[in-house]
Structure formats: C-alpha cells, structure tokens
C-alpha cells in the first residue's frame, strides 16, 4: 500500500459526481415537441425529445412497470412478522 493521502468518498472532486438518470423539466407554458409530458396542478412537466439519457431511463422504467403488472388485483395472503 502506498503512504499517500486518501481522500474520505464524500470529498470526491465535482467532476467525479454521476450525472442524474432522469431530467424532468418544468414550466407554466405547455412544451412545443416533449417526448413524454403530463400537467400537474398548473405546471407542465416534461422530458425533452433532444434528452437521449432521460428518454431511455424513462422508457426503462415504463417497460418495468409494465412487466411488473399482473393484470388483476388479487387477495393475497397478509403475512405478519413480529419485530422486537
């Protein structure tokens, strides 16, 4: 092992920080060409068509989601365990 200066992982340099998966944009007027966008509460809220990371992590998560669904729901049985 080498006797030099090692840093605590909460001090990395800027450029070191990962990039958000997913950037959802907002405004008060409706976006001209969005990939996705919905209206919430007099907000538009939108993904950008020109957004490649953003449209592929939202179009992950919706194949997801849509995987994940089994159609009806059903009554499952209610397990319960007992914490101390």
């Known amino acids: ?3 030099g200066t090692r840093r605590p992982p ?3 340099p800027q450029t ?3 990039k958000p998966l997913m ?3 907002s405004g008060t007027a409706r976006p001209q060409d969005p990939f996705a966008v919905m209206q919430y509460r007099g907000y538009w809220f939108w993904i ?6 953003s449209k592929r992590t939202f179009s992950f998560l ?3 989601f849509a ?3 089994t159609g009806k729901a059903e ?3 209610l397990v319960s365990i007992p914490a101390q």
Do not use: H, I, K
Not at 48 to 53: F, G, H, K, R, S
């Open 1 to 3: 092992m080498s006797s």
């Open 10 to 12: 909460d001090a990395l």
């Open 75 to 77: 009554n499952l049985p």
């Open 48 to 53: 950008d068509q020109t957004d490649l990371a």
């Open 67 to 69: 995987f994940a669904e």
């Open 16 to 18: 070191d920080v990962a």
């Open 23 to 25: 950037r959802v944009r």
């Open 62 to 64: 919706q194949a997801f």
